[in-house]
Antibody
């Protein structure tokens, strides 16, 4: 079945780095744009990054631009989020999601928790 | 960036009630508006895309309407499994943004 599985979360000190992964299965990964969305504890959803199906374009909101990098390996059906210079406010559950042809997020992973704390 | 607002921020309703949630965009976004349902500890689930199209597998009691800046999600007859938080999200620009959410709980 169509599935996204995130991994790589954990506890990290402020200023350090962490890389999240999202393994896709059950669909042609290389045909879809992919996104990262996060949710701080008790808060709403915040869109974090998008990458085009072929990796040719990437976009970020100002809150993470210059610190986070989205990438993908279509040969491995895997999406990544490299997070550098982490801050306490980056603490959240991070979800990967598939971008549908109608510009919605139609498939979501179960999420991986990132805690930034000294 | 396009800002999204939702009202109300929370509501209490009974099983069988008709529930309406409103979402407003800070600028016109045509019909590039999606709705998600999220239950505690779970990932969001797409309900409505392109303002009024029902996602496959979603019950027909959910419907969406609107265009431009004002949008509505309606649950025609609230069921026990519908108690959750609902988010709108614009996809008019490449930089997606979500509304703050509307929590629907039991009256």
């Amino acid at each position: 079945q169509v599935q996204l599985v995130e991994s790589g979360g954990g506890v990290v000190q402020p200023g350090r780095s962490l890389r999240l992964s999202c393994a896709a299965s059950g669909f042609t990964f290389s045909s879809y744009g992919m996104h990262w969305v996060r949710q701080a504890p008790g808060k709403g959803l915040e869109w974090v990054a998008v990458i085009w199906y072929d990796g040719s374009n990437k976009y970020y909101p100002d809150s993470v631009k210059g610190r986070f990098t989205i990438s993908r390996d279509n040969s491995k059906n895997t999406l990544y989020l490299q997070m550098n210079s982490l801050r306490a406010e980056d603490t959240a559950v991070y979800y990967c999601a598939r971008g549908s042809g109608d510009s919605a997020l139609d498939i979501w992973g179960q999420g991986t928790m990132v805690t930034v704390s000294s | 960036d396009i800002q999204m607002t939702q009202s109300p921020s929370s509501l209490s309703a009974s099983v069988g009630d008709r529930v309406t949630i409103t979402c407003r965009a800070s600028q016109r976004i045509s019909s590039y508006l999606n709705w998600y349902q999220q239950k505690p500890g779970k990932a969001p689930n797409l309900l409505i895309y392109a303002a009024s199209s029902l996602q496959s597998g979603v019950p027909s009691r959910f419907s969406g309407s609107g265009s431009g800046t004002d949008f509505t999600l309606t649950i025609s007859s609230l069921q026990p499994e519908d108690f959750a938080t609902y988010y709108c999200q614009q996809s008019y620009t490449t930089l997606f943004t979500f509304g703050p959410g509307t929590k629907v709980d039991i009256k």
